[in-house]
């Protein structure tokens, strides 16, 4: 059984109709941490080890509980058994430079999306598969745990229009 959302707007090469396999049950698990609070220099691998999603949420910089969009990737890739739990801790940056590029219809669980200003990578999510991701948003690095509209949440891959493209660990 499968969840869809409305047709794909814009240009770029992805599937018509977003479809997640809701069977997954490693899916159903990662969807766990929508509405977890977005809080600046949250999360790490080791926080993928344990509870879905992490309990206690671990600590930002500014002593908000949450995750941050690379903690949350960090920590999902260790709970989909795709890093240890013993990896560094890294930027979307330092993910990007780590990853290999695949297609964009090639999307599947555990890839990572891309973001940020040209010459520069600020961003990153989790791809789910059937064009969807799933990131920690709405952030920055005054955001702490506290804004109402900073949390996980899902959307398409290219939904913003610094989108850089998506890659995988190999």
Not at 38 to 66: N, S
Not at 69 to 96: E, K, N
Not at 143 to 150: I, K, R, V
């Amino acid at each position: 059984m499968s969840a869809s959302l409305p047709p794909v707007p814009g240009p770029r090469k992805v599937p018509a109709r977003l479809k997640l396999d809701v069977l997954d049950e490693r899916i159903v698990e990662l969807l766990q941490c929508i509405g977890v609070p977005y809080a600046f220099g949250a999360g790490a691998p080791k926080d993928g080890a344990g509870a879905w999603p992490p309990d206690p949420l671990p600590v930002g910089h500014g002593g908000g509980r949450g995750l941050d969009c690379s903690g949350l990737a960090g920590a999902a890739l260790v709970h989909l058994g795709i890093l240890p739990a013993t990896a560094p801790d890294r930027t979307a940056a330092g993910y990007f430079d780590l990853a290999t590029p695949v297609p964009i219809e090639d999307a599947r669980l555990g890839d990572l999306a891309f973001y940020g200003p040209p010459g520069r990578v600020s961003h990153v999510t989790l791809c789910l598969g059937g064009g969807l991701v799933m990131g920690a948003n709405g952030g920055g690095s005054k955001t702490y745990g506290d804004a109402p509209s900073a949390f996980v949440k899902l959307d398409r891959i290219a939904y913003r229009t610094d989108f850089k493209g998506v890659r995988r660990i190999v």
